[in-house]
């Protein structure tokens, strides 16, 4: 007897260990191999050019344009079971043999609603304009390559790679990785709220090769910036930098 239970739980042992084993290779088939993102090279615009993978960092949050207004607004209006319904109603009324009714009335109430909807959506998307236009016009000084002079850039016309100086209460244009601070001890505060809602200052930390450097030392380092690519983790970072002076 208890040569035949042994027996029943190494079998068992073993299913187990055999399910562990298939749960973790379909774990790792729905996450799939990790992207990467091309390595950003230090001072050197024209490397970083040539990278297509890169995005532009205009603001976008418009939903509309002029020639899909039209469309999309009907279809998303349409997509409400109210407005799906009166439509029916509408084509119903049209057809003599089927309603006895005047199509007007009917027909005057949904285009009154539909009026008023693309009113709405219109007045919301020229805001939504105006806050992308304000952001994407902003001033930023940028550190020019190998001679540390400053020089300014609207927000819309960043690159990846450039070297932003940022000043006190300025709001950072874009994700970025801190290289030096004007703290002796290269740390900054930075306020998460636009991000979180948290208004309280995260403390922030530069690496201590580059933390205490000059804007024309930053202006000389040559190197490239390996990183993971955009995700959704605010707090998390994994990345590194390779020097080469």
Do not use: W
């Not at 029943?8 to 042992?13: A, D, T």
């Not at 049209?94 to 709405?120: H, K, N, Q």
């Not at 306020?191 to 948290?198: F, I, P």
């Not at 933390?211 to 990345?239: A, K, T």
């Amino acid at each position: 007897v208890s040569t035949q239970s042994t027996g029943c739980l190494s079998r068992s042992s073993k299913m187990r260990a055999q399910m562990q084993k298939l749960n973790k290779l379909a774990r790792r088939r729905r996450k799939g191999p990790k992207p990467n993102y091309p390595p950003i090279t230090l001072n050197n615009p024209g490397q970083n050019k040539t990278q297509l993978d890169f995005a532009t960092n205009e603001v976008t949050t418009t939903k509309y344009n002029a020639i899909n207004f039209l469309p999309k607004v009907l279809f998303e209006q349409f997509r409400k079971a109210t407005n799906f319904y009166f439509l029916l109603i509408c084509i119903i009324v049209l057809i003599p043999a089927i309603s006895p009714l005047t199509p007007a009335p009917s027909i005057a109430g949904l285009v009154f609603v539909l009026l008023v909807a693309m009113l709405r959506e219109a007045y919301e998307d020229i805001r939504r304009f105006a806050e992308d236009r304000k952001v994407n016009l902003r001033m930023y000084d940028v550190i020019a390559p190998h001679d540390g002079s400053i020089r300014q850039k609207l927000s819309k016309d960043l690159k990846v790679g450039d070297l932003v100086y940022l000043r006190a209460d300025q709001p950072i244009p874009a994700d970025a990785i801190l290289l030096c601070s004007g703290n002796p001890e290269g740390v900054a505060y930075v306020q998460t709220s636009q991000l979180d809602g948290e208004t309280n200052l995260k403390l922030k930390k530069a690496l201590p090769p580059t933390g205490s450097l000059s804007l024309v030392e930053v202006s000389n380092l040559e190197g490239r910036v390996h990183m993971e690519p955009p995700n959704h983790h605010l707090y998390g970072f994994q990345g590194k930098i390779a020097l080469n002076n």
